[in-house]
């Protein structure tokens, strides 16, 4: 069995996680970092720092400003980590890019396997839609999460604009009176109930609209994707490794 330490295991996805991880027949969580250590069936501690057990890869779906421990804690011990947390600035990108040259590091800002298929299907289609169609991202996620737009959005969005030869610009939100310009990508982020995660992409052209969406039924298919990643990183050679990984491994 692959032995976990589950980073954030008491928030909504670690409850997800921990439930799904009793089932499986290759990964044991043995330890969980989180400040509410309740109706746990492995040890909690409050700080990852002083957790003193063997584990062969840490999990992470916590907040940003955890990131300083999980370096230093994963650094010490040579432990593979699974970055899941989303919201994280440019300097913590480029701590978690470090970081891979030490040790090997999976980052990822959406566990879901269907959503990283359609992040390779914009690959494909962006460049060749790009001319004739304008280029808008929505997304919607329940009223408790912090960071807008999502990671994913950003995903999809970065995946857009590295597909295309062209100065495009994000436009987070639209407010005034100026007229939408061909190279911009909107990003349009909505927060209510208890929406799980929904994902959309639009190419809107002259007669004709193109969409491409996501809908996240329920919170297991991260939870899914996340135990995939983690048997993945088993073993595992210093250095970035993404969800593009998991999925070509399976085709």
Request: overall charge negative; charged content about 25%; aromatic content about 6%.
């Amino acid at each position: 069995m692959i032995r976990m330490l589950l980073n954030g295991c008491n928030g909504k996805m670690g409850k997800v996680i921990s439930e799904m991880a009793k089932a499986s027949t290759t990964i044991e969580i043995v330890a969980g970092v989180d400040r509410n250590s309740s109706n746990l069936n492995y040890p909690c501690y409050d700080s990852i720092l002083e957790c003193d057990i063997d584990v062969d890869v840490i999990l992470d779906f916590s907040r940003p400003d955890a990131l300083i421990d999980l370096c230093k804690y994963s650094k010490e011990k040579n432990t593979p980590i699974v970055f899941c947390t989303t919201g994280y600035s440019a300097e913590q990108l480029s701590e978690i890019s470090s970081l891979s040259s030490e040790i090997p590091v999976f980052h990822s800002a959406n566990m879901s396997i269907g959503i990283n298929i359609v992040n390779n299907i914009l690959k494909s289609v962006s460049k060749m839609l790009y001319k004739d169609f304008d280029i808008e991202i929505i997304e919607k996620h329940h009223n408790q999460k912090v960071d807008a737009p999502s990671g994913t959005a950003l995903l999809l969005a970065n995946t857009i604009k590295a597909s295309i030869d062209d100065e495009t610009v994000f436009t987070n939100g639209r407010d005034g009176l100026s007229k939408r310009e061909h190279n911009e990508i909107g990003i349009h982020a909505i927060r209510g109930g208890n929406i799980i995660g929904d994902h959309e992409v639009i190419f809107a052209g002259k007669g004709e609209c193109i969409e491409i969406k996501h809908t996240a039924i329920s919170r297991d298919v991260f939870a899914i994707g996340s135990l995939k990643a983690c048997e993945f990183m088993y073993g595992k050679d210093k250095g970035m490794y993404t969800m593009d990984d998991v999925i070509n491994l399976s085709l």
